[in-house]
Nanobody
Framework: QVQLVESGGGLVQAGRSLRLSCAASGRTFSRYVRAWFRQAPGKEREFVAGINWSGVRTSYGDSVKGRFTISRDNAKNTVDLQMNSLKPEDTAVYYC???????????????????WGQGTQVTVSS
């Protein structure tokens, strides 16, 4: 059974940093794309960041470019999201995902991702 488990969420003041981590179990995703999405109350799910299998190619949503960094460790089957200069509008549930298109580049389309974690809450206070 494949599971993606996020950790690292919480409450933080604006301007501070948080690091999210996602551990996968049940299969390896070392040759597959990984990504983070988020969803705030009353809003659509939003692409945050994606990374290809090797870590060479990354993609970011416009609202987080220059502040967030995605990385992965294929040996550990994990993907992380470093979030700096957090803003109240970053408040959302953050979801870790994994796609099953072999060696594909990251996409902002949630339909490209086959596995999703349960989500972790990030709340940024002003």
């Amino acid at each position: 059974q494949v599971q993606l488990v996020e950790s690292g969420g919480g409450l933080v003041q604006a301007g501070r940093s948080l690091r999210l981590s996602c551990a996968a179990s049940g299969r390896t995703f070392s040759r597959y794309v990984r990504a983070w999405f988020r969803q705030a109350p009353g809003k659509e799910r939003e692409f945050v960041a994606g990374i290809n299998w090797s870590g060479v190619r990354t993609s970011y949503g416009d609202s987080v470019k220059g502040r967030f960094t995605i990385s992965r460790d294929n040996a550990k089957n994990t993907v992380d999201l470093q979030m700096n200069s957090l803003k109240p509008e970053d408040t959302a549930v953050y979801y870790c995902t994994a796609g099953l298109k072999y060696l594909s580049d990251p996409s902002s389309d949630p339909l490209e991702y086959d596995y999703w974690g349960q989500g972790t809450q990030v709340t940024v206070s002003s």
